[in-house]
């Protein structure tokens, strides 16, 4: 016998525990996290800007919900190391989005 068939007459058994525990990358796990929004200006030639911090979820992610906060909003933006951009003063609007989407959000 060899270790595959030993493997599976122990896994028919139910001598082998099952890792029922979910994926810590779980969408719900990561709207757990207090996101930021702010506005800033420095840097910007005078042009303010609306920033959400906080995220800790993949970059993959961050420019998904990203990408959907621009499409809402009609305005351009970028998503960099965790962190959203977007070009103009849209602070409560891009708050009020994020708690509809279920993340908790600390509007500053």
Excluded: H, N
Aim: include cysteine.
């Amino acid at each position: 016998m060899d270790w595959k068939e030993a493997l599976m007459q122990k896994m028919a058994s139910g001598t082998i525990p099952v890792d029922d525990t979910p994926d810590p990358e779980t969408p719900e796990q990561l709207k757990t996290d207090e996101l930021r929004v702010l506005t800033d200006r420095k840097g910007r030639k005078g042009k303010t800007a609306t920033i959400v911090e906080g995220f800790t979820c993949p970059d993959e992610e961050v420019a998904r919900i990203a990408s959907s906060l621009k499409t809402r909003l009609g305005t351009g933006g970028s998503s960099r190391g965790g962190e959203i951009l977007i070009q103009g003063d849209y602070a409560a609007k891009v708050a009020s989005i994020l708690k509809e989407s279920g993340y908790r959000v600390k509007c500053c």
